[in-house]
Each structure stands twice: as C-alpha cells, then as structure tokens.
C-alpha cells in the first residue's frame, strides 16, 4: 500500500516539495560551512520523495540544536510554510487527507531538522 501511496504522493505536490529541498541543499552547499545542512537537505529531499511507510523519531543534542536555530532563521520557515499550505489544500478534500497529513509531517521536520531521524515502519 505505501508503495502506491508514493506513486500517487508524487503527483499530488511531493515532486514540488523535494525539489524545495533539493534547492535549498545545494544553496546550503555554496559555503563550506553549509555542507553538514546541505547534506541534512539531501536526505530529507528522499523522504519527501517517498513518505509513506516512514516515521519521524525526535532527538538530539545541543550541537543539533544549535543547527536547528540557524535552519530555522535560513531555510526552515519557508519549507515548512509552503509544506504546510500543500497539506491545508490536499485536507480540503477525503481522498487528500492522506497525503496532506505527510505534508504536515514534512512541515514540522521542515523546522527542526536536525536531531531527527527517520526509520521505516
């Protein structure tokens, strides 16, 4: 089932959504101070890509969350805003509700990035 609610993912908006990432990794990668956020960006372009069937575990440290607060400041509020927004449009409808709540999910990984992991379920 998560392997056609992928398929179905990409072309409700998760194409947009990890092409956000992606951009936002290679801005991050122009500094050489920027590459460890860069390459956060990178892997979290893949789970846009494909949400279903993996969960977010929260943790980290004070390293990450001093990462987070220049992510946040940087790149964080405008992911997490623009994934937010697709998630409110896909809820409008019963079919969407799915996929908007991945959005939701993307949205608030959009603002704390760091420390997160992600597993299969």
Do not use: Y
Request: with cysteine.
């Amino acid at each position: 089932m998560s392997v056609l609610g992928n398929i179905i993912w990409l072309l409700c908006g998760g194409f947009l959504s990890a092409l956000g990432w992606l951009l936002a990794g290679l801005l991050w990668c122009i500094t050489i101070v920027g590459i460890p956020v860069g390459v956060q960006c990178f892997k979290l372009a893949s789970l846009s890509l494909c949400p279903f069937g993996k969960r977010v575990i929260r943790g980290g440290s004070a390293g990450s969350f001093l990462l987070n607060v220049f992510w946040f400041l940087f790149s964080g509020l405008e992911l997490a805003i623009c994934n937010a927004l697709l998630g409110c449009l896909l809820c409008v409808t019963i079919i969407g509700i799915p996929f908007g709540k991945q959005f939701f999910k993307i949205a608030g990984l959009s603002l704390a990035p760091f420390g997160a992991e992600v597993v299969n379920e």
